[in-house]
């Protein structure tokens, strides 16, 4: 249930699509934001940044910066809940 609101949440602040050719990897040492999402977000943002695209990958960056504060809000709202308990 977790994996699917990321995706929706993906594609709503993206307005992108998932490519299913590529592969992301997520490790326990990865920041608990690095998310599937937000690893491919970032790993187009880093193809357009070495290609010159540069105003695209800015937008791209914008982007990732509010899908990466969404995460972190949802994150801090679950772990003050739990403290309640």
Do not use: W
């Amino acid at each position: 249930m977790h994996t699917m609101r990321l995706i929706r949440l993906f594609k709503d602040v993206c307005g992108l699509t998932m490519r299913h050719d590529s592969t992301v990897t997520v490790t326990s040492s990865d920041p608990h934001f690095a998310t599937p999402a937000v690893k491919a977000m970032m790993q187009r943002k880093n193809r357009l940044m070495r290609s010159g695209r540069t105003d695209e990958a800015n937008v791209l960056a914008a982007r990732l910066h509010k899908v990466i504060v969404r995460e972190e809000y949802y994150l801090a709202a679950q772990t003050e809940h739990k403290k309640k308990r």
